[in-house]
């Protein structure tokens, strides 16, 4: 076996000894690199699908359940959230106790909390078997980039990286074209009961082929007030960003909650510096590569999934495709994420990561410019340009992202480096979904009065214009059964205008964030810790 070292994470160049020990060549399927790859990608690709294909069933879910505005985000934020608080906890679960172990708890918990959300006849029931996701997917996302990196030789792993990174971009890409065909021809229940028979088929290849691999300096405990505080902060924080727009911003009530997350970041950061076993060692984000590549996973997940929330309402409610047809038009962004992943990969292992992920960051933001232009009258040629940009400059940063994040984490901090790579994607999409909804919110709340009134509408009353205003921010209009249809195309026209309105802002913000995005990829460099590989099998 090649002998092992890893690179101090504050990037003095100190060399201590591999955090894995000797391990023996792997015989048969057990351990064998490119299977254990394919097992964890069955895995992973189940979560990351769940991450995006509720957005086509969001709309049949609200309908069918009578849901508001909020509780529909609460289906996407209660996912983001939880796999966002636990994903660091889970990669420290993996280190102590074995990755294998902890992917196969993690599968079989997401497939169960799947079909317990399909049986679920409450938009209650609903978001909280969206946490248990959550819960379960976070521990099998950092297991599986644990198990590769134990698995994988020096001289094979990043291969391995891209190809895991194109299948989360590919399955996250995906999740609205598979949402609509299981919508529109089955039921939106389909879309979690999905999850059952491919979890029994993770669990199976799991069982049979990975192999138990554990750290040398594994933890021997847990941080646990450090989780309280870190889950108190982010839930303070969405909590506000989403009931903002119904408290006002400048209420007592939304600055509150603010400060209150605020002071929870503020206590957790002290105290991880005085526990023994903090939660997220601090000493991380010494290595400015790996603090740039954390920022630039929230960063982008911000744009990408906060904008891709309102797009499935854009194209279903104001454009009155079905299910299918939306997932359809979003075929050229699902396209060039699967033809891009790969092509990122040998670019970053060619040029390193910090071109390719500027250049990404760069089309995302002006696809997302792009995306602010649409009118409720445009149309499938020019919106397949934005989402076939959006998905090539999404591309390299999936990718490139791990490699940077990872590779400049030492050794022993696996887990916590997969951990923390993929809550920085989760906490950018509960904040992206949660702050483009507040600005969407907003500028309907600002808009629809003088647009309805200057439509030659009848006057609303407060409790009416906030009933309005709820189903505009989704982009359905508010026709009451019975309105004559010269009133209700009037209705539907300032609603769908009012929408759009909302939208391009949000839309604006989303290609503000992908442009700060670009300095911090500038900040990256390749990992120093790439070539202190994992356990080697037989390729």
């Known amino acids: 076996m090649t002998s092992q070292t890893t690179i101090d994470t504050a990037g003095s160049g100190d060399v201590t000894p591999a955090a894995l020990p000797e391990q023996p060549p792997a015989a048969g399927l057990r351990g064998h690199p490119w299977f254990t790859l394919i097992t964890v990608a069955v895995g992973v690709m189940m979560v990351a699908l769940d991450g995006t294909i509720v957005a086509i069933a969001n709309p049949a879910i609200q309908k069918d359940l009578g849901a508001t505005f909020a509780q529909v985000q609460w289906i996407t934020n209660g996912y983001f959230l939880a796999l966002a608080v636990s994903l660091i906890t889970a990669g420290k679960l993996g280190d102590r106790f074995g990755h294998r172990q902890t992917f196969l708890i993690g599968v079989v918990g997401f497939a169960a909390a799947s079909g317990a959300i399909g049986l679920s006849d409450s938009i209650g029931l609903v978001v909280t078997f969206r946490v248990f996701q959550g819960l379960f997917g976070a521990l099998l996302m950092p297991a599986a980039l644990g198990l590769l990196r134990a698995t994988f030789p020096a001289e094979k792993l990043n291969m391995a990286i ?67 505080l870190l889950s108190g902060a982010m839930f303070c924080l969405v909590w506000a960003l989403i009931k903002a727009p119904s408290w006002g911003w400048g209420a007592g009530l939304t600055w509150t909650f603010l400060a209150v997350s605020v002071l929870g970041f503020a206590l957790f950061s002290f105290w991880e510096t005085r526990v023994k076993e903090p939660l997220i060692p601090l000493t991380l984000f010494r290595s400015v590569p790996l603090s740039a590549g954390v920022v630039l996973m929230v960063l982008m997940a911000i744009a990408f999934m906060g904008g891709l929330f309102f797009v499935t309402f854009y194209l279903q409610n104001v454009h009155g495709m079905d299910p299918v047809d939306a997932g359809l038009h979003l075929l050229p962004l699902t396209g060039m994420m699967i033809v891009g992943s790969p092509l990122a990969g040998a670019a970053i292992t060619k040029l390193g990561p910090r071109i390719p992920l500027a250049g990404g960051m760069a089309a995302t933001a002006i696809a997302m410019y792009g995306m602010s232009t649409l009118k409720a009258d445009t149309g499938s040629g020019v919106m397949s340009i934005w989402f076939a940009l959006l998905g090539l400059g999404l591309a390299p940063v999936m990718v490139g992202a791990t490699e940077v994040i990872v590779g400049n984490a030492a050794m022993e901090l696996s887990g916590v480096a997969g951990g923390l790579q993929q809550a ?71 609603a769908h205008d009012t929408f759009i309105s909302g939208m391009s802002l949000a839309s604006l913000v989303a290609a503000g964030v992908a442009a700060v995005a670009i300095l911090v990829a500038l900040l990256t460099k390749r990992g120093e810790n790439a070539d202190a590989g994992a356990g080697v099998g037989h390729i």
């Open 424 to 494: 920085a994607m989760q906490i950018g999409g509960s904040l992206g979904t949660a702050v483009l909804g507040a600005v969407m919110a907003s500028k309907v709340d600002s808009d629809l009065p003088g647009n309805w009134a200057d439509a030659g509408l009848p006057k609303l009353t407060d409790a009416q214009l906030a009933q309005a205003s709820e189903a505009v921010q989704v982009g359905v209009a508010p026709v009451a059964e019975g309105t004559p249809a010269e009133i209700a195309a009037k209705i539907s026209g300032v």
């Open 162 to 228: 891209g190809i895991w990174g194109m299948v989360i971009g590919a399955s996250t890409a995906g999740g609205p074209i598979l949402g609509g065909v299981l919508v529109q021809h089955v039921s939106w229940q389909s879309v979690f009961f999905i999850n059952v028979p491919v979890g029994l088929l993770a669990l199976v290849l799991g069982v049979l082929i990975l192999r138990d691999h554990r750290a040398e300096n594994a933890p021997r405990s847990f941080d646990l007030l450090g989780i309280a």
